[in-house]
């Protein structure tokens, strides 16, 4: 699929992916099919409609692009899914038809497909993180006294070091998640100092 000018560089291929139409069209259908079966399992909906429900609950048995073409006239992608998922439902089955997202609204199906698809997301952008702050947490100890010229506003200011500045792009860059970072304090004007000057901070074990 193309991207636009900026999401290119901007996002990552699987986050991208992971909120491209097909994914998403597949998590509203995973939340019908859920719908269905939860309501099912208390006696709301009869057991064989839900079942056929859950049948047709595919993505690829959906025209995508119409599927997306439709959300842009009805005001939203949820509604357009439930529109094409009741013309299959009805077609294999009009019994069921009635039971197609029963006693819910468009919000509950797109909340719901937005926070599985984030949570999919989620663990890989964590990843991201991580591998992120471990390198960051690297270059700050390796030059933590390489000194540089610190900014305000793009405009000269006191000396600082590369590794403070560094340690300055790790928001949190002392008891993290409990564990202290590494990091070699350097105050602007001497270039001296320690880690005794950070509160709570002391080096990895």
């Known amino acids: 699929m193309g991207t636009g000018a900026f999401e290119g560089f901007l996002s990552t291929r699987y986050a991208l992916d992971a909120f491209a139409a097909p994914s998403m069209v597949q998590a509203l259908l995973d939340f019908e099919a859920a719908l269905a079966r939860a309501q099912a399992a208390e006696g709301l909906v009869p057991v064989a409609e839900a079942q056929t429900i859950g049948r047709h609950c595919r993505a690829e048995l959906f025209d995508i692009d119409a599927t997306v073409a439709a959300a842009g006239r009805v005001g939203d992608l949820a509604t357009a899914v439930v529109a094409a998922l009741k013309q299959r439902v009805a077609a294999d089955d009009a019994t069921a038809l009635p039971w197609v997202n029963w006693a819910s609204t468009s919000q509950d199906a797109i909340d719901s497909a937005m926070a599985v698809v984030t949570q999919r997301v989620h663990a890989r952008v964590d990843t991201d993180l ?32 590369l590794g403070f500045k560094v340690a300055g792009s790790r928001k949190r860059y002392y008891q993290d998640n409990g564990e202290d970072a590494l990091i070699m304090w350097r105050t602007p004007a001497t270039l001296s100092g320690s880690l005794a000057d950070v509160p709570n901070a002391g080096p990895v074990r």
């Open 130 to 161: 991580a591998r992120l702050i471990g390198s960051l947490l690297a270059l700050a100890a390796r030059e933590a006294g390489t000194p540089m010229l610190a900014r305000a506003l793009m405009q000269p200011a006191s000396a600082t070091t």
